[in-house]
């Protein structure tokens, strides 16, 4: 047991999916997994572990930002042995030819700040996703034919920003979407030797101001955690 995780040791696979949402855990690990059975409830933040395929895996919630993940990610690592950790979330589209349902595979992910960006003082880190796990991903996107996109993102300290002028430059950027997690994941999977990746799901578009009707929402997800799961083990 860790400060914020309940799971005894061992309970935790090596592989460790990440929605935002707490309740989406739940529903992946009940639609994609056999034998789930519940490892976490600290403070709600579920987390459920059972077999994919025969293949060990969790499915964690972060909560929402990367202050929240980072608690998660930092001791799924350290106290648990995560190995491959992939976050599978929704994001804002921001270019547009980016539609919601398309999916977007994090190649990087641009911050202001994070968590993380004290250590790094002068230095602009550049969080970067697993190129393994990336590869595999895109391949399994293609084979389901998933509408894909694979660049870079912004991981944003805010939901509700005030800063129209930061969007604009990322989308001047050619940055695809917009969340508030894969960031700090990639920075803290690089300091500890881990795989990471965000295969995240249009769920809103900054532009257009459409958004993802509620009963659409679970088809669209599940192509995400598919994916999530071929390209966490395309190798075994
Ligand atoms: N902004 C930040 N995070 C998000 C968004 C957004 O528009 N949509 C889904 N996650």
């Known amino acids: 047991m860790t400060v914020h995780i309940g799971a005894r040791p061992g309970d935790i696979a090596e592989t460790v999916l990440m929605p935002g949402d707490p309740y989406r855990a739940k529903w992946a690990a009940e639609t994609f997994l ?117 660049g870079g993102i912004y991981s944003s300290d805010v939901f509700y920003s005030e800063r129209p002028d930061l969007d604009e430059q990322m989308v001047r950027h050619g940055i695809l979407g917009v969340e508030m997690e894969a960031a700090e994941l990639y920075t803290l999977a690089a300091r500890h030797g881990r795989r990471a990746l965000a295969v995240l799901t249009v769920s809103d578009h900054l532009q257009t101001g459409e958004a993802l009707p509620s009963e659409d929402r679970e088809k669209t997800f599940g192509d995400m955690v598919e994916i999530a799961l071929e390209a966490a083990f395309s190798g075994d």
């Open 34 to 150: 056999t034998d789930a059975r519940l490892v976490n409830d600290v403070r709600g933040m579920l987390g459920f572990t059972g077999f994919w395929k025969s293949q060990r895996v969790t499915i964690q919630g972060s909560g929402m930002g990367m202050p929240s993940l980072s608690i998660y990610a930092n001791e799924l690592m350290a106290e648990y042995g995560a190995q491959t950790l992939i976050r599978i979330g929704s994001c804002g589209g921001m270019q547009p030819y980016v539609n919601i349902r398309d999916v977007i595979i994090a190649m990087t992910a641009t911050t202001i700040t994070s968590p993380s960006s004290g250590i790094f003082r002068e230095i602009n880190y550049a969080p970067c996703a697993d190129y393994g796990l990336l590869a595999a991903a895109v391949k399994a996107a293609d084979l389901k034919k998933t509408k894909t996109h694979v």
